[in-house]
Structure formats: structure tokens, C-alpha cells
């Protein structure tokens, strides 16, 4: 049977370190772990929050009046099929230490996306995506369990609705499913993505990139660039770095159309700035930076506030020093509104908060 436990601190669960406590409280490492807590919870009539590392995810000061199911389900376990390789992974396995193990072996496809926290359940709900690489691009499948009808189901990718920092699973069918493993298709002796600019350009320097071959050297060399970024702007856990007391980006890059864009490069140029706005295309559109948006509207790096604030090393995380939920996301509202102030854009968050 699963032990329920009552009356659990939700902050020991999260990366950002804020919360009460949760009514009830479970942790399941079987998929029939997770069909009886799920029963259980609707035997009490009480909602249900699924959490995997809690690396995106901030509760409110009063908790969870409910019952909060967190996800252990472990295993991994690799299948070569001709030139690619087919990774069955559980919901409850560390993200970073799966990519460490794909680099490890060889194996091409998420190398960029070293130093994401949380668990491998939580990347095809979130598409997460790094230094050029979204995890949707690796996915073969994902197989979950129905929460109605407790019964698992595996979508094919293009079944999952992939999309921006987005899936089915965030928007239409929120609530509907709960991931418990994900099937990864990655090269073997695969060359590492180099599309982003920044992670080129330290290889370029240190690294002839024509002399790199294929593999798992050329792949270690950009997970320890990508990693080596990351940590700079705290976005590598660290428990002797306060900044990493976070979920990393709080806020999406927003994706304007043309008409958008013009604006905030005519809102930009009014103020007198002179520097181009920093840009990047997508699909039809253009995505614009969040953190210079955030900048530009008069919030820097560092900026604190009833013990919460702007991380020091990224502007796009927000960070609790010794603060409170309700500060937290005060000053997000803050920023928000100094944002469309200044340029007319609402940012969205990213961060996934639970009331």
C-alpha cells in the first residue's frame, strides 16, 4: 500500500523553496502506487496536484488543500534500432542525469539541454528547450495514465501537440493525463547541435569544430559548454548559489507577428536606445527576448524586494532569498506591468503556480 502522510511541507519539493503544507501527501513508485493514491484522492473528494522535481513549480504560502502525489517511478533502459537508439525512461528519473548518461554512451539529440532540473515526466509537458533544442524533437512517444479512467495510453509525437514551451498536456488536456514514461529516439556516435549562437561561438574558440568528430567526445565538449553557461547565470542547482533558489525562466520569450515587432522597435528607438532588439525567428514569427524587454522597462539584475528579487547573474529568473509566495509573485506582477507599460506586450509566465 502507499504511505499517506498529511500535513506535508510543500517547500522541501521545490527548487524555489516557498509554500505551506499539503493536506496529503504521497510518493509513488509504481504505476499502481499511482492508481491507488488516485483513487484515494477520489474517495475524499480532493483535488490532485502531480509533482515531479519541482524545478517549475511554486505553491502558494497556504499550501495545497488537497492531495499532492509526487512521481518516483524509475528505470531506464536503451534499444538500438539501425542508426538510432530508442530510450525507455520513467517519469521519476532526473532529467540532467539522463542527458549525462545519453552523452556518456554516445548518443545525439538532448546534449544541449544539460543542467534542466526536474524530472524526465515533466519535458514533453513543458517541451522544454535550450541552446537550440527543444525536447519534442527527441520524443518518439509518450505513454500516460488517464486520470478518469486510470488507463495508459501511448501517444505518438505528433499525437502530443508540441508547440513553443507547450504541449496538450499544458493546454487543452491539463489535468486530463499524468506522464509516466517517455520514449527518446537519439543517434548513436551522433554529432552534437551547435544551431545556437552562443554555444558556436565558445566551441569555435576552444574547439576546431572541423576536427571534431562524431560522438561522444564532440558531444561532452558542448554539454560542458552548455553546462558552463548555465552555471553563470545560476541556472545550474547549486546550494552555495542563492540565485539558483528559483524555477529558472519565469516569464516566456514572447512570440510577436510583424505588426508587433514594428512597435516595439519604434517604442525602443523613441527612448532613445540604439542597440538592436535582440530577435530570434519562429516558424512565421519572431520571437523577442524577455529578459532585454525586462531590462528596457527599468528592472536589473539583482533587484530585490520584501525578500525576493531579479536574480544577479539572469533577469528572466526571479529569486527567493528569504521571502513569501504572495511577494513573489507581486513583484512578477511588477514586472508584467512595467513591461506592458513601457512596450504594450504581456508577458506570460512560465513558472506553473498552485494555488
Given at each position: 500500500m502507499v504511505l499517506i502522510q498529511e500535513n506535508i511541507s510543500l517547500k522541501e519539493f521545490t527548487s524555489m523553496r516557498l509554500g505551506g503544507p499539503a493536506k496529503y501527501f504521497c510518493s509513488c513508485s509504481s504505476v499502481e502506487d499511482l492508481k491507488e493514491a488516485l483513487r484515494t484522492a477520489r474517495s475524499k473528494n480532493l483535488p490532485v496536484h502531480i509533482l515531479g522535481g519541482g524545478s517549475n513549480t511554486i505553491f502558494s504560502d497556504n499550501g495545497f488543500n488537497g492531495f499532492v502525489v509526487k512521481i518516483n517511478l524509475k528505470g531506464i533502459s536503451f534499444y538500438e534500432t539501425g542508426n538510432d537508439v530508442l530510450a525507455r525512461v520513467q517519469a521519476g528519473e532526473g532529467w540532467d542525469p539522463f542527458v549525462r548518461l545519453t552523452v556518456e554512451k554516445g548518443f545525439a539529440g538532448i546534449e544541449c539541454l544539460s543542467g534542466i532540473p526536474g524530472m524526465v515526466g515533466a519535458t514533453p509537458i513543458q517541451n522544454v528547450g535550450a541552446y537550440g533544442q527543444e525536447v519534442k524533437d527527441a520524443i518518439e512517444s509518450v505513454t500516460v495514465l488517464e486520470r478518469e479512467t486510470l488507463k495508459e495510453t501511448e501517444l505518438k509525437n505528433e499525437e502530443c501537440g508540441f508547440s513553443y514551451r507547450t504541449s496538450r498536456f499544458k493546454t487543452h488536456d491539463s489535468g486530463k493525463y499524468i506522464v509516466i514514461e517517455v520514449k527518446f529516439r537519439l543517434t548513436k556516435n551522433g554529432r552534437p547541435a551547435f544551431h545556437y549562437p552562443e554555444v558556436r561561438k565558445i566551441v569555435e574558440t576552444s574547439v576546431n569544430l572541423s576536427s571534431l568528430a562524431d560522438g561522444k567526445e564532440?558531444?561532452?565538449?558542448?554539454?560542458?559548454?552548455?553546462?558552463?553557461?548555465?552555471?553563470?547565470?545560476?541556472?545550474?542547482?547549486?546550494p552555495n548559489d542563492p540565485n539558483t533558489r528559483s524555477v529558472g525562466s519565469f516569464f516566456l520569450n514572447p512570440i510577436v507577428d510583424d505588426a508587433m515587432l514594428t512597435q516595439i522597435i519604434a517604442v525602443w528607438k523613441k527612448s532613445g536606445g540604439g542597440t538592436p532588439v535582440p530577435t530570434f525567428p519562429f516558424e512565421d514569427k519572431t520571437k523577442v527576448s524577455a529578459a532585454w524587454l525586462i531590462e528596457k522597462s527599468g528592472f536589473k539584475k539583482g533587484y530585490t524586494v520584501n525578500g525576493v528579487g531579479i536574480s544577479g547573474n539572469h533577469t528572466l529568473a526571479?529569486?527567493?532569498?528569504?521571502?513569501?509566495?504572495?511577494?513573489?509573485?507581486?513583484?512578477?506582477?511588477?514586472?508584467?506591468?512595467?513591461?506592458?507599460?513601457?512596450?504594450?506586450?504581456?508577458?506570460?509566465?512560465?513558472?506553473?503556480?498552485?494555488s
Open positions: 564532440s558531444l561532452e565538449a558542448v554539454r560542458n559548454v552548455v553546462l558552463s553557461l548555465r552555471k553563470k547565470k545560476s541556472m545550474v542547482i547549486d526571479l529569486v527567493n532569498y528569504n521571502g513569501t509566495t504572495k511577494a513573489l509573485l507581486e513583484l512578477a506582477e511588477e514586472i508584467r506591468n512595467g513591461v506592458e507599460k513601457m512596450f504594450n506586450l504581456h508577458l506570460e509566465l512560465e513558472a506553473n503556480v498552485i
